[in-house]
């Protein structure tokens, strides 16, 4: 049951018992014929009135309900599509990415099949140069340590001669 129709229902229910206790008082007061009987036909009248407001507003009420029930579940359906039709198009968007990440990678690795002989062809000339590199090194170090202690026994030669010339001179 709604609850409006529980409060109309009660709202009814207490005019019902005004009326019955007005109609106790004149049959009790026992003042007659005439005043009893508008008495009964109002009490009938306004407990049909009151009976058809509490259905009426109970029917208004539940239809209002239903009414807004189908109007917010109508609001979370077109959300719902909304939430579908984005997704759809995400999920398109990444099938189209998908494609073209595909398609980078297969272009690479037919560059890696064509690269690959030339860089084990370039690994080996790299290894020769190295070598011939190093060889090279090893060459220019023992020529330059050579030509550095010829360098150095010339310079002492020299200092020993010109020691030799200044204590010469100084005897004099």
Same mark, same amino acid.
């Given at each position: ?68 029930? =189908?109007? /917010? %579940? ?7 599509? !909304?939430? @579908? #039709?984005? $997704?759809?198009?995400? =999920?398109? /968007? %990444? ?7 595909? !398609?980078? @990678? #297969?272009? $690479?690795?037919?560059?890696?099949? /064509? ?10 000339? @790299? ?19 050579? @030509? ?25």
């Amino acid at each position: 049951m709604d609850v409006d129709f529980i409060i109309q229902l009660f709202s009814g229910f207490a005019a019902f018992m005004t009326l019955a206790a007005a109609f106790y008082k004149s049959v009790k007061a026992n003042t007659g014929g005439y005043r009893t009987l508008v008495l009964i036909i109002g009490l009938c009248i306004v407990s049909i009135i009151m009976a058809a407001v509490a259905v009426y507003f109970s029917a208004v009420g539940r239809n209002k309900t239903v009414k807004g029930h =189908i109007l /917010e %579940q109508k609001k979370e359906l077109y959300e719902i599509n !909304e939430s @579908i #039709s984005k $997704l759809q198009r995400y =999920i398109e /968007e %990444q099938d189209i990415l998908f494609s073209q990440a595909k !398609e980078t @990678i #297969s272009q $690479l690795e037919e560059r890696k099949h /064509e690269l690959t002989p030339l860089i084990e062809t370039d690994d080996k000339t @790299i290894d020769i140069v190295a070598k011939i590199h190093e060889k090279d090194l090893s060459d220019r170090m023992l020529r330059e340590r050579l @030509i550095g202690s010829f360098i150095g026994i010339i310079g002492l030669v020299l200092i020993m001669v010109f020691a030799n010339v200044i204590s010469s001179y100084l005897k004099k």
